[in-house]
């Protein structure tokens, strides 16, 4: 009680300018004089601060907990509040379309060179690694993967907005039936054309290739898409499912590999 009757002796002057604290009070007393021991005179101070409201005990406290020193301490010990995680998720909502393009450029990077590393560690070749592959991985993450799946997210939001079991499953079937099957032509099209092949070419690879590619995306992607649709936001969608397309590129990468359809007499 000594001590608050000292701070508020100290701080007397500040307290009465203060407009909130004019009004809960009205006016403040003059504090009493000093007279007799010092255990006396603390026991007078005891007495007059008594007489004060709660409200102006409350008032009191409120300036020393926000006094610079205390708000300083506050600061310095508080924990940083950004990192990479939010600047990623800020840059997804300011930036949606160029930041899915260059993650899914990395990840299709990712999964060409871990694939390469695969295949060269299992056939015993020793080869370095076929960086033009891996740059045409890359380009198609970056101009196709990405923007495609932030516009396809998008769109399939707006025509199922709900995220019950009916539109999930609804997603899962327009992914199966119209994405999927879109992108994966795409795929070895365009990196058949680029190492070269003729159209014909073109079309006997996507008759070897598309359908047991399309069977085994029916055995992955179906549990991969019913957690993206049911429990993942919109705009974090492309993320997620980049991130499940790692291990599905290894795959494709090794199918893009594979010899000429007239190479191996097929």
């Known amino acids: 009680m000594a001590a608050a009757a000292t701070f508020l002796l100290r701080h007397r002057q500040s307290l009465l300018r203060s407009p909130k604290l004019a009004r809960s009070s009205h006016s403040l007393p003059d504090p009493p004089k000093k007279i007799g021991s010092p255990l006396a005179h603390q026991l007078q101070q005891s007495k007059w601060l008594a007489r004060f409201p709660h409200s102006i005990s409350r008032k009191c406290k409120?300036?020393?907990?926000?006094?610079?020193?205390?708000?300083?301490?506050?600061?310095?010990?508080?924990?940083?509040?950004?990192?990479?995680?939010?600047?990623?998720?800020?840059?997804?909502?300011?930036?949606?379309?160029?930041?899915?393009?260059?993650?899914?450029?990395?990840?299709?990077?990712?999964?060409?060179?871990?694939?390469?590393?695969?295949?060269?560690?299992?056939?015993?070749?020793?080869?370095?690694?076929?960086?033009?592959?891996?740059?045409?991985?890359?380009?198609?993450?970056?101009?196709?993967?990405?923007p495609s799946l932030h516009f396809w997210f998008n769109f399939v939001s707006r025509v199922f907005p709900k995220r019950d079991l009916l539109s999930?499953?609804?997603?899962?079937?327009?992914?199966?039936?119209?994405?999927?099957?879109?992108?994966?032509?795409l795929f070895f099209s365009v990196n058949a054309g680029l190492q070269g092949e003729s159209g014909s070419e073109i079309v006997a690879r996507l008759k070897r290739d598309m359908a047991p590619t399309l069977l085994r995306g029916v055995m992955y992607w179906p549990i991969c898409d019913f957690i993206t649709f049911k429990f993942v936001p919109v705009h974090l969608q492309p993320l997620v499912t980049n991130s499940f397309s790692y291990l599905w590129t290894i795959y494709l990468t090794y199918r893009a590999g594979l010899e000429k359809v007239d190479e191996v007499g097929v």
């Not at 995680?85 to 393009?101: F, H, I």
């Not at 992914?175 to 879109?182: D, K, N």
């Open 62 to 146: 409120d300036f020393e907990f926000s006094s610079p020193s205390a708000i300083s301490s506050n600061r310095t010990s508080s924990p940083p509040r950004f990192g990479f995680v939010s600047w990623y998720l800020g840059m997804v909502k300011t930036r949606p379309v160029a930041t899915k393009t260059v993650t899914a450029a990395l990840i299709y990077t990712a999964a060409d060179l871990s694939s390469q590393t695969i295949v060269s560690i299992v056939g015993g070749s020793g080869e370095g690694y076929d960086l033009a592959k891996t740059l045409r991985m890359a380009g198609y993450g970056m101009l196709i993967v990405g």
């Open 168 to 185: 999930t499953f609804a997603k899962m079937a327009l992914g199966q039936t119209v994405y999927g099957p879109t992108v994966t032509a």
